[in-house]
């Protein structure tokens, strides 16, 4: 254990880049406990527990948090608890949430939320010196700030590119009106530069793995717009080929402003019950791959949240420079997956070609709890890979600079 201290002293040290999360760059701190111990990675486990999620609908925080606490003591076990457990421990000096004093904590959090420097004084004590935010592209972009950089969220302009709702929005984004595909083409490079105007940094977009892809085709997309601008309702070969031509246009987008693609795989939508599994469809790697390959002059920044495609992910990379991975995200932001894909990642690629930490948070506060478990995750999984003779221990903390600090900062130009 004593090397795992003396390396997870050296990570502290590191100061990380996030490259994923839905942090509000307005208000970037929760304004209330509720924010922080019902997070959904929080609620997802509480209702799995049996707590009534009308509970997470009440008005008032402390109301909703008196309800919703009775779970705690059932998740008290699981990895996303370890991290609320740290937050509320570490910045607000409270115990374990299933035993502190909850109103006592309202307060607290209420009056350091409002303090104007708290943002900057967690992300500190998280030493973490960027925030990527994801947003949606329908809306106009925040400007980037000194701390929090935004990223143009695309899944919609693509997976719907054959709705006439989103061509609505699209010229509503960019005033650009789409009749056929040059218009297309033109909003799509509107949307981009202004995303590049505000700062932006990267595009991304997540597909179920039931989407595939094929080569764009301009007549296709101009036929397909006649008939969606006709009220007509085109057919999956017709979906297809629009999304395909919308995503060819977006990544020579991405090639022109230098913006990498973050594509995130392995989440499917089970729309009858409002929930979402990880999923995988065999073969959808190899599509990919031939993506990589028509786009080379594109980064792509692969994350999932399926661990049967990690490998298949880890072994793309390995063969395609512009193809580079980064995690754990969602449902692999646990231990045993972390410590099992930090481990393949670093014994089968170049260490310029991962980053390590995306924190998904909602609120400054779980950037702080997720970057302390992938921290002690990069120490337990390098601690490991010295031990048994593969690396040296000045090799391993370069190994969790890189995946921390170095490679968002030159992949993404932060
Ligand atoms: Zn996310």
């Not at 031509?245 to 795989?265: G, I, K, R, T, W």
Request: charged share 25%; aromatic share 8%.
């Amino acid at each position: 254990m004593e090397l795992f201290h003396e390396l997870l002293a050296e990570i502290e040290r590191v100061p990380a880049v996030d490259v994923h999360s839905h942090i509000r760059i307005v208000s970037p701190a929760a304004s209330d406990l509720s924010q922080i111990a019902l997070y959904h990675f929080i609620t997802s486990e509480l209702e799995s527990a049996g707590v009534d999620p009308a509970v997470f609908e009440i008005d008032g925080a402390k109301k909703r948090l008196a309800e919703a606490s009775a779970g705690f003591a059932r998740i008290k076990n699981t990895t996303s608890y370890w991290c609320l457990t740290r937050i509320l421990g570490d910045l607000y000096d409270a115990g374990a949430p299933h035993e502190c004093d909850m109103d006592d904590l309202l307060g607290k959090v209420e009056s350091t939320s409002s303090e104007p420097g708290w943002t900057n004084e967690v992300l500190e004590r998280a030493n973490v010196s960027k925030v990527f935010v994801t947003c949606d592209w329908r809306k106009a972009l925040p400007r980037a700030s000194e701390k929090f950089v935004p990223v143009l969220r695309v899944d919609s302009l693509v997976n719907e590119a054959h709705m006439s709702r989103t061509l609505e929005s699209l010229t509503e984004a960019t005033g650009q009106s789409v009749y056929e595909a040059g218009d297309l083409k033109k909003a799509v490079a509107e949307l981009f530069r202004k995303a590049k105007e505000a700062g932006a940094v990267a595009a991304a977009a997540s597909f179920e793995p039931q989407v595939d892809f094929e080569q764009g085709d301009r007549d296709a997309a101009d036929r397909i717009l006649s008939l969606v601008l006709l009220g007509q309702k085109p057919n999956r070969d017709d979906r297809k080929a629009m999304r395909s031509y919308v995503l060819d246009l977006v990544l020579q987008n991405c090639a022109e402003h230098e913006m990498p693609l973050q594509l995130m795989l392995g989440i499917k939508h089970i729309r009858s019950a409002d929930r979402a599994i990880t999923a995988y469809e065999p073969g959808s790697v190899a599509m990919y791959a031939d993506l990589f390959k028509r786009h080379s002059g594109v980064s792509f920044d692969v994350f999932t949240s399926n661990d049967t495609i990690c490998h298949e992910l880890a072994v793309v990379a390995r063969n395609y420079p512009n193809v580079f991975l980064s995690g754990a995200w969602w449902y692999l932001e646990f231990p045993t997956h972390i410590r099992k894909m930090l481990r393949e990642r670093i014994e089968m690629l170049p260490m310029t070609k991962c980053c390590g930490f995306c924190s998904d948070a909602r609120c400054v506060e779980w950037v702080y709890g997720r970057v302390k478990l992938i921290r002690r995750e990069l120490a337990l999984a390098l601690a490991q890979l010295v031990q048994e003779g593969y690396l040296s221990e000045g090799a391993a903390v370069e190994v969790a600079a890189h995946y921390l600090a170095e490679n968002p900062k030159r992949l993404y130009r932060v």
